[in-house]
């Protein structure tokens, strides 16, 4: 099986690739189409950058003639390439509509052209918005708060549009917050873990009352494997980890784990639309396809903890670039 990965050289993205290409038994090539922005590290694949089932391909989704020829002849291409980061659509929001949608866009209709086998576009939770009580389904109504979150949506819709128009073998998965290794140090655990291995207080928004499911980011692939192989196609699949946190309880496990205490937080004012509460149900994907998350978050952020204190020569780098704190 061909598979083309793009953002194959981001946090989840490489993630997928080094798992794809453990098994060295696998009857399975991949190719990594990335633009290499800032939190694209051609480092995160190091593991895998000897094996010759593995092709990097330099490249912007937003330009057709790329992403036209790296399409050509793969069976299946896996979306991951995208803007991320709330506080940054905030800020901006152009980057997050251009990538986000113009980009999902070209490679929709790269997909279209080649008679790509499955489109698997990974979308996010935010999309829904915020939910004080229970938990969305995959048919609740998209109502998103931030840029970010309503690029997504608008690119989600793309990708089912162009199941329902053009018959394109499109899975749409939205996920709940990820963590774990190789994740860039501007998202709430690397920035928090990396602050307080340096000493450095962390900034915790508002009363710390916003509440995410956690998802390791090994269980997010695990659900991304599962619905490129079984997923019905036109179908959207929610893919969360179980574990429900408050900020101020994750800031509480965080500071534990590092051996330091509340001192060590700074309140700061709350973001611009801040969404109180997300919560998804997976009952579809786990009746359906048979995921179920195998990390408990307690093992997954002792190990994630652990990664960080051993990897400051990724991480460093990058932090002082981006000028992180």
Sequence with gaps: MRILVTGGAGFIGSEYVR???????????????????????????????????????QGDICDPEAVDAAAAGQDAIVHFAAESHVDRSIAGAGPFVVTNVVGTQVLLDAAHRHGTGRFL?????EVYGSI???????????????PYSASKASSDLL???????????????????????YQFPEKVIPLFVSNLLDGHQVPLYGDGGNVR???????????????????????VYNIGGGTELSNKQLTEKLLEACG???????QVEDRKGHDRRYAIDCTKISTELGYEPRMSFEAGLKDTVAWYRENRAWWEPLKKRAALS
């Design 132 to 146: 004080d009580e229970g938990e969305w389904t995959e048919d609740y109504p998209l109502m998103p708060n931030s």
């Design 213 to 235: 499911d956690w998802l390791h980011v090994a269980d997010h692939v695990q659900g991304i494997s599962l619905a490129l192989a079984k997923g019905r196609a036109g179908e």
């Design 260 to 266: 330091v205490g509340w001192e060590m937080v700074r």
């Design 19 to 57: 798992t794809v290409l453990n098994d060295p038994q696998a009857d399975v090539s991949v190719t990594v189409f990335d633009k290499l922005t800032y939190s694209g590290n051609l480092a995160n694949l190091d593991p895998v950058a000897e094996d010759s089932r593995y092709t990097f391909f």
């Design 159 to 181: 990708a089912l549009a162009y199941h329902r128009t053009h018959k394109l073998d499109v899975v749409v998965t939205r996920c709940s917050n990820n963590y774990g290794p």
């Design 121 to 125: 576009h990974v979308s996010t939770d």
